[in-house]
């Protein structure tokens, strides 16, 4: 009778954390979806107008295909890890917020060579599994190799070639 007493007691509890698990998780979810939109990102920073604008020039931002991607699919960890994409948009939010109210002037060339000097190749690779498939030179075949398969030496990064593939820049928005 003891041990059904125990049972009951903690079962109340437990199923009380998990109601509030799932509570949590979705208020989470719901509080970040407005937050999550490239539109966000360059109508309400700003200092991202510029970032915004080139890539919606860019592969990434209009294609043939209709496809986009959206800044938090390269600039964040994958939503299917979600404890490091929650953490990882939170920090960087509130960097980026910290840094508007306090910091005071946004050097765009600065932070762009931040980002790209930090850019992991994960982040490309989680939707260009497939790099050896496509056709393509000698060169940029090695090259993906490499991208593939890094030595102990060096690690190339698609950053390195590709730097324009996400924001368009010398050719359509920069020029003049």
């Known amino acids: 009778?003891?041990?059904?007493?125990?049972?009951?007691?903690?079962?109340?509890?437990?199923?009380?954390?998990?109601?509030?698990?799932?509570?949590?998780?979705?208020?989470?979810?719901?509080?970040?979806?407005?937050?999550s939109n490239s539109e966000f990102c360059g109508g309400q920073c700003h200092e991202m107008k510029a970032a915004y604008r080139s890539w919606e020039l860019?592969?990434?931002?209009?294609?043939?295909?209709?496809?986009?991607?959206?800044?938090?699919?390269?600039?964040?960890?994958p939503?299917?890890?979600?404890?490091r994409h929650i953490i990882a948009k939170a920090y960087?939010?509130?960097?980026?917020?910290?840094?508007?109210?306090?910091?005071?002037?946004y050097d765009i060339e600065k932070a762009r060579t931040k980002v790209l000097e930090h850019?992991?190749?994960?982040?490309?690779?989680?939707?260009?599994?497939?790099?050896?498939?496509?056709?393509g030179s000698s060169a940029a075949r090695k090259a993906h190799m490499e991208v593939l398969n890094p030595s102990d030496e060096y690690e190339f990064r698609c950053v390195e070639?590709?730097?324009?593939?996400?924001?368009?820049r010398e050719n359509k928005l920069f020029s003049s």
């Not at 960087?92 to 002037?105: A, L, M, S, T, W």
């Open 58 to 77: 860019s592969p990434h931002g209009a294609n043939k295909y209709g496809l986009r991607v959206e800044c938090i699919n390269c600039h964040l960890p």
């Open 161 to 168: 070639c590709h730097e324009d593939v996400a924001h368009e």
């Open 92 to 105: 960087d939010g509130g960097k980026d917020v910290f840094k508007h109210y306090f910091i005071g002037d």
């Open 1 to 35: 009778m003891k041990i059904l007493g125990i049972v009951r007691k903690h079962s109340v509890a437990f199923f009380t954390g998990i109601v509030f698990a799932v509570v949590c998780f979705i208020g989470i979810n719901t509080a970040m979806e407005p937050t």
């Open 119 to 135: 850019f992991p190749n994960k982040r490309c690779m989680h939707c260009h599994k497939s790099l050896l498939t496509k056709s």
């Open 79 to 83: 939503k299917d890890e979600f404890f």
